[in-house]
């Protein structure tokens, strides 16, 4: 009878799937990184928070509206907020739009699926017909150019699936901070357990969006769809967000000749996992934007760690971003874990080389991470 045997994997992650496999997460356990991701994650949650409800509001009450000038707003305009608006003494909602945009792009899920539909064509029709059914000029518009409006419902649709996932989101990191204050969270394996609950409790949680005219009730994304929290919505948002995300202009040439872009979507790394914290804190890098807003919501705690660094305050936007690629890392092992196809704890040969392969597919994607950055 011939042995076979498994090969070695020589992957210089590998030592993470041994961790993983012990309970142990991607990010080392120690009491300053406990400290620095429960604080980043608060002031994240926060953050969350606004963008959450800011990307609700524009679906709701900003879809097929052209110029959307007071979109920030929340419906609640005053001279005061549009000078702290144009001051930039605000939460940057941009940043919000930049991952809504890199979501839609890239797709993945049921949610990606059903706007190419006929279905939805006919629901966005309908709520079309209604919203401008006195504007006539619109109407020849969307006979001339029958997909424009439908592209722009699709964009309100992705507005709010973006801002459901975020309130999840946001509600998990605020709890995991209160529980860090009561003394309940003290290591980094709890901090990803808390995390894994809260996105397996709102697992199946619906993703619906409708939009009221004239006092009646129009479903883009009806409830009978099926759409959920965790398939449709934190999935694709992981792909997009965590591992591809977008090139930042000004930082890699668009040039085709050049070859710095791949020419494949799906091997893009330019993900929050991948990105180098040097050029956050530089304008036109669109996680600036998310830094600067953590910067005002920051827990003393973790404002006082930053101080004692080398330069102080003077790389604050660069510290924070180290801190947040270290609990994305945490928020990572939990999707992992969470997706994990059988128990860690399985004594069934079968399955335990089926959790193998799927840890270590996550591990070749990792190799260009900043995994052994945030470890250091």
Not at 81 to 103: G, Q, T
Not at 201 to 224: G, S
Request: charged fraction near 20%; aromatic fraction near 14%.
């Amino acid at each position: 009878m011939v042995t076979i045997q498994n090969k070695p994997y020589n992957n210089p992650l590998a030592e993470y799937i041994k961790r993983l496999q012990t309970g142990e997460a991607l990010l080392a356990d120690s009491s300053q990184n406990v400290l620095e991701v429960v604080g980043i994650l608060k002031s994240y949650g926060v953050v969350l928070d606004a963008y959450s409800n800011n990307l609700i509001y524009i679906a709701d009450h900003q879809f097929l509206v052209f110029f959307p000038f007071f979109k920030y707003f929340n419906g609640k305009f005053s001279w005061q907020k549009l000078f702290r608006h144009w001051w930039h003494d605000r939460i940057n909602f941009e940043y919000a739009e930049y991952c809504m945009k890199s979501m839609m792009w890239h797709g993945g899920g049921g949610l990606d699926t059903y706007l190419d539909t006929k279905e939805f064509q006919a629901a966005a029709q309908a709520v079309i017909a209604a919203k401008f059914k006195n504007n006539p000029l619109v109407q020849v518009v969307n006979k001339l150019f029958p997909d424009f409006l439908i592209e722009q419902l699709r964009v309100s649709a992705y507005y709010s699936g973006l801002g459901q996932f975020w309130r999840v989101m946001a509600d998990i990191f605020l709890n995991l901070s209160d529980r860090y204050d009561r003394g309940e969270i003290q290591t980094i394996p709890q901090v990803v357990d808390h995390i894994k609950a809260g996105l397996v409790a709102d697992a199946a949680k619906p993703i619906t969006y409708e939009v009221k005219i004239d006092n009646k009730v129009y479903e883009i994304l009806p409830k009978k769809l099926g759409l959920t929290f965790l398939a449709d919505t934190a999935i694709p948002y992981v792909e997009a967000v965590f591992f591809r995300g977008t090139p930042f202009s000004g930082t890699v040439t668009y040039n085709a000749q050049a070859y710095q872009i791949p020419p494949d979507q799906a091997r893009f790394q330019y993900g929050a996992l991948y990105a180098d914290p040097l050029p956050i804190g530089s304008a036109g890098i669109p996680p600036t934007l998310l830094m600067q807003d953590m910067r005002h919501y920051l827990p003393e705690y973790l404002h006082e760690v930053y101080r004692r660094t080398p330069r102080g305050e003077d790389d604050l936007r660069v510290q924070i971003c180290i801190t947040f690629q270290k609990s994305m890392f945490c928020v990572t092992t939990a999707a992992i874990l969470g997706l994990m196809p059988y128990p860690l704890d399985s004594e069934d040969p079968s399955e335990q080389q089926a959790n193998q392969v799927y840890l270590e597919k996550w591990m070749e994607r990792f190799q260009t991470s900043r995994l052994l950055d945030v470890n250091q």
